[in-house]
């Protein structure tokens, strides 16, 4: 009977404890599996926090080699731009240069005075010159001619300073408080504008 009572005692034990047992090892497993998951989550936010810092490093860098592109275009732009800006003026230059030179030279003179002239819209005014440059009473009464033509008013031309540096004319008011600047110098000037906007036109166009 103390057997009997000693085994069935033992059995309970047994299994109380295979019980645990196994409640132990299915808790266990259960907070290895929420583990897992746990660490696969961690891994996953830690994937797509990669993804995202590669992706803003990707269009940081998208950004600045467009910036650097754009950059390196517009230099090589200007670099052309001015390298054709300065051949075209060098050959203006030169062609303006030689303009007292021309046989039609007296003629252009001729016609900056006309211009000059019909521009200031004043009855009386001064022309004067350069040094080197012929321009007399003929030329004057010429002008005065053209002026008259074109306007249908008269005008009186004097002649004024005739030694100024460089060629050209400039017209001015009789006290010379206005003027209009006909000297190849100043006529230059006038080209740089459409010279450089010509230029830019063309530099574009080659992009």
């Not at 998951?37 to 590669?54: F, V």
Request: aromatic fraction near 4%; hydrophobic fraction near 35%; charge should be positive.
């Amino acid at each position: 009977m103390s057997n009997e009572f000693d085994n069935a005692l033992l059995q309970s034990i047994v299994d109380e404890a295979n019980a645990q047992a196994v409640e132990i090892i299915a808790k266990a497993r259960d907070d290895a599996r929420k583990k897992v998951e746990d660490n696969e989550k961690k891994i996953q936010k830690s994937i797509e926090r990669e993804k995202d810092i590669l992706k803003n490093s990707l269009a940081v860098m998208e950004a600045r080699y467009s910036t650097l592109k754009q950059s390196a275009t517009r230099r090589n732009q200007l670099r052309r731009h001015t390298a054709l800006y300065d051949e075209v003026m060098a050959s203006v230059n030169k062609k303006f240069e030689e303009l007292p030179k021309r046989k039609d030279y007296p003629d252009l003179l001729l016609n900056w005075i006309v211009e000059g002239c019909v521009s200031l819209e004043l009855p009386d005014v001064m022309v004067n010159c350069g040094a080197s440059d012929k321009v007399d009473q003929e030329m004057i009464e010429k002008a005065k001619k053209l002026i008259i033509k074109k306007t249908g008013l008269p005008i009186n031309i004097k002649l004024g300073f005739n030694q100024m540096s460089g060629n050209g004319v400039v017209i001015s008011s009789t006290d010379g408080r206005i003027s209009f600047n006909n000297l190849i110098s100043s006529r230059l000037r006038r080209y740089n504008r459409e010279v450089n906007e010509i230029v830019e036109g063309a530099v574009c166009r080659k992009e």
